[in-house]
């Protein structure tokens, strides 16, 4: 079956304790990107990488670090995490195209920082 | 990027009715791609429409683009209550910007 699968689903740390979560993908997309979603803000792109080795910032890329080793996985690092960052986590892939194309998204990840 | 914005924020409506939501964009967009999310859940993308095209059906969703003003509707016909979610439009303008950027969503509710 074709899917984003996210690791955790569920998250609850303290501040300043690193932490990754990871992103696979099975349909051999070269685009992957991680958002964030707010009650009230919507959903805002964290990072993005159009393949391998090729990523960039989003609207909020500060307190966050991704790496892109890998084409079916996008892990998104919290290297000292801090009460803000406290969120809906979502990672997405799609074929890259230049003229876009749809996202298909994992199931979220509910990160809470104490 | 800016977000784009959705209208209404939330909508009620009975089962069997119409859902209209509406979205404003901000850039010039190569295409303009309509989701859906269940409470909590991962979105599903619904539509995507480019920015050569002025209407695109699916189903019962219909998809319209107005370039010129710079906003897209969502038109859900004869609707179920397993429609009730909320509905984001995200905007994909390309030309050196691989960001899709989403508005805040319309949270539809339908009746039974």
């Known amino acids: 079956e074709a899917q984003v699968t996210q690791n955790p689903r569920y998250l609850i740390t303290v501040t300043g304790k690193k932490l990754t979560v990871t992103c696979s993908q099975n349909?051999?997309?070269?685009?992957m990107s991680w958002y964030r979603q707010d009650p009230g803000l919507g959903l805002r792109q964290i990072y993005y990488s159009m393949n391998v080795e090729v990523t960039d910032k989003g609207d909020v890329p500060e307190g966050y670090k991704v790496s892109r080793k890998e084409k079916r996985n996008f892990p998104l690092i919290l290297e000292s995490p801090s009460p803000n960052q406290t969120s809906l986590y979502f990672c997405?892939?799609?074929?890259?195209?230049?003229?876009?194309?749809?996202?298909?998204f994992g199931p979220g990840t509910r990160l809470t920082v104490t | 990027s800016q977000q784009g914005e959705e209208d209404p924020q939330a909508l009620s409506i009975q089962e069997g009715e119409n859902a209209t939501m509406n979205c404003s964009y901000k850039?010039?967009?190569?295409?303009l791609q309509w989701y859906r999310q269940n409470s909590g859940r991962g979105l599903v993308h619904l539509i995507l429409?480019?920015?050569?095209?002025r209407e695109k059906h699916s189903g019962r969703l219909r998809v319209t683009l107005d370039t010129s003003k710079k906003s897209s509707s969502l038109l859900i016909t004869a609707s179920r209550a397993a429609d009730t979610a909320s509905y984001f439009c995200?905007?994909?303008?390309?030309?050196?910007?691989?960001?899709?950027?989403f508005g805040k969503g319309t949270k539809l509710s339908v009746i039974p």
């Open positions: 995200a905007e994909y303008s390309g030309a050196g910007s691989y960001q899709l950027t």
């Open positions: 349909m051999n997309h070269e685009y």
């Open positions: 429409i480019r920015s050569n095209e």
């Open positions: 997405a892939s799609s074929l890259f195209s230049l003229t876009g194309s749809e996202q298909y």
């Open positions: 850039t010039s967009i190569n295409n």
